[in-house]
């Protein structure tokens, strides 16, 4: 008997304290999002430093709420204690949901979710945001892969609506009941895709970052490719969003769809990508990618 979506009650499936796995890009943007929706979060990293850029990151955030009126200060306050920095499992058997948003490798994935999983209760549901590798994959290195699926946010996470939920072939039902009810509660709308490298968004964005790299080596100058995409009505051009995005992390995520669609993502010889990558400029977050941060 097919069992309906609503079948799970909204109190079984509500997420009361979350955790999330690197304090980077995303995890300090997914850490900002759940505590400004009043869902506490734990934040871990391996390094200090990251957990104080996720912490400035969220508080520049809620400084930005209350400068436009939309928060008091107090309240505010409030929020930001919601995130807790940590650098150790201690309190993780108390939650409900966590976030995996570690670096875009397979192997490293692998051993932080198996390590994971051993620190929290058997019920928690464990999710990935990787942009590209395989749920099915990620699972194999797990003793309970009914508990795990994909939760992919977007960057910025504040402000990108959508969230992708990936559905592995042993996920289970209320897996992917708890992971969208936690999406909703964060203000997002979920949708759940199959598994595959690159999920459903990705395999249409990482084409597109093949043809620019083409583009440039045709001769093209990325400065006027991504001014023409924005009047053609993109929010910003490829150059630019490699830069937002990472180029470490594009450049792990480019292998990944490279493996999985040889045909139609393989490449011979470097790209942009990885010419950037091995340069060691990976945009905004190290000040250096195609353009110059301050
Ligand atoms: P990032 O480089 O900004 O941050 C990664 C963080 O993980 C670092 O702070 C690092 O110290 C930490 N880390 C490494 N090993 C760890 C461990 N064992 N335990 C805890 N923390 C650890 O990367 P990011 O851009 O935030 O990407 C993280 C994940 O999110 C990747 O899988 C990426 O593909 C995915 N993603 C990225 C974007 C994007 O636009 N950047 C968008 C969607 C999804």
Redesign the pocket.
């Known amino acids: 008997v097919k069992k309906a979506a609503g079948s799970y009650s909204k109190e079984s499936s509500k997420i009361a304290h979350s955790a999330v ?7 300090g943007g997914i850490a900002y999002q759940s505590a400004s929706k009043g869902t506490p979060i734990i934040m ?4 200090p430093e ?1 957990l104080d850029l996720g912490m400035n990151e969220a508080s520049k955030l809620f400084g930005k709420q209350v400068e436009r009126g939309k928060l008091t200060t107090d309240k505010a306050m409030t929020a930001l204690g919601k995130i807790t920095p940590v650098l150790t499992y201690g309190e993780f058997s108390n939650v409900d949901m966590v976030v995996e ?4 490798n397979p192997k ?2 692998q051993s ?1 979710l198996a390590e994971t999983e051993s620190q929290i209760s058997d019920d928690a549901v464990l999710a ?5 590798i395989s749920i099915n994959l990620l699972a194999s290195a797990l003793k309970r892969p009914e508990n795990f699926c994909g939760m ?4 910025p996470v504040h402000r990108m609506p959508l969230v992708e939920v990936i559905r592995g072939e042993k996920t289970s039902d209320a897996t992917i009941a708890k992971t969208v009810a936690y999406a909703q509660a964060l203000g997002k709308t979920p949708i759940v895709v199959n598994d595959c490298p690159g999920f459903l968004v990705n395999r249409v964005l990482f084409p597109y970052f093949a043809g620019f790299s083409a583009l440039l080596r045709d001769g093209a100058d990325y400065q006027n490719v991504d001014k023409v995409m924005e009047k053609f009505g993109w929010p910003m051009g490829p150059a630019y969003l490699l830069d ?3 180029i ?2 594009a450049f ?2 480019d292998q990944v769809m490279a493996e999985g669609f040889p045909d139609r993502m393989g490449h011979e010889g470097t790209n942009a990508i990885d010419c950037f990558y091995e340069a060691g400029r990976y945009g905004q ?1 190290t000040s250096q990618g195609f353009y110059q941060y301050e």
């Open positions: 796995l690197g304090a980077g890009i995303m995890g871990k990293d391996i390094r990251a948003a570690v670096v875009e490293v994935k932080v990935s945001n990787t942009s590209t992919h946010f977007f960057n937002v995005v990472g470490d992390t792990h995520a977050k």
